[in-house]
């Protein structure tokens, strides 16, 4: 069982309504503006640029160089993104990570879903994006929930951008006594990830010691950190997010 780690005061940024009005408004805006394709998450700090660097900078060659530091193939590794939002992160993953391999994006929000598939359709529409074989899609399903605790596949890379913290804020006990943070490691482990696959946790809410902390479970080991600026106050150090990746070892 994972370590429990500081609970945070619940806040309307965990409800599913407020994420549902978020991306009706989105969605609006879009229908307006076709160039507003939406809000991209830790964009101060430049998190997708390094997400996407990170995983670019551990891709293998080729299939047959696959190895433990280089787990990801540009032709077969699979993607899994909880809380997609806009699905932004896969769009970026495909285009310029080069990741042609399933790609998916799950959601909550029925909205939120709705507006990635939207974002999909003008990009493959107007080019701005290869998928020759259909195989980026956006599914809407509550994973903390799934029926019977079991997906359909196993992912090579499991993403979440944010959506650890949505669910902190939430302040929801899910099911036997514990609350959607202290179910999310042994889901992913038990339901979404391969034995050897890799999981990629950013948050903003989460230090790396306290991500460590809660994913510390059998079946997991931490694997790397991206880096991120560092700053100072009151003469402690820290960063203003935290992005760690665990390897599924069992």
């Not at 959506?163 to 202290?182: E, F, K, Q, Y």
């Not at 889901?187 to 010691?209: A, H, M, Y």
């Amino acid at each position: 069982m994972a370590e429990q780690v500081e609970k945070l005061n619940p806040s309307e940024l965990g409800t599913k309504e407020y994420w549902d009005q978020f991306y009706a408004l989105e969605q609006q805006n879009f229908a307006e503006n076709s160039d507003d394709e939406g809000e991209v998450w830790f964009a101060d700090v430049d998190a997708e640029d390094k997400i996407i660097d990170f995983l670019i900078n551990h891709t293998a060659s080729s299939d047959d160089n696959l190895n433990d530091e280089f787990p990801f193939s540009p032709t077969s590794t699979s993607a899994i993104d909880l809380g997609t939002g806009n699905g932004h992160l896969l769009f970026r993953l495909r285009s310029e990570g080069g990741f042609m391999g399933k790609l998916c994006g799950v959601d909550y929000s029925e909205t939120s879903v709705a507006f990635a598939r939207h974002l999909l359709a003008k990009k493959k529409d107007e080019k701005q994006l290869e998928d020759p074989d259909n195989n980026i899609t956006f599914e809407h399903v509550d994973f903390l929930n799934f029926p019977d605790g079991k997906t359909n596949e196993a992912w090579d890379l499991v993403l979440d951008k944010g959506t650890l913290d949505a669910i902190a804020l939430s302040g929801d006990i899910i099911r036997n006594g514990l609350s959607g943070v202290n179910l999310f490691p042994t889901v992913v482990r038990d339901t979404l990830v391969r034995v050897g696959g890799i999981i990629l946790i950013t948050s903003c809410n989460f230090t790396e010691e306290e991500l460590v902390k809660l994913f510390s479970i059998e079946g997991l080991q931490q694997w790397k950190s991206i880096k991120y600026p560092v700053y100072e106050f009151g003469g402690v150090k820290g960063q203003s997010i935290s992005s760690v990746a665990f390897r599924r070892t069992i």
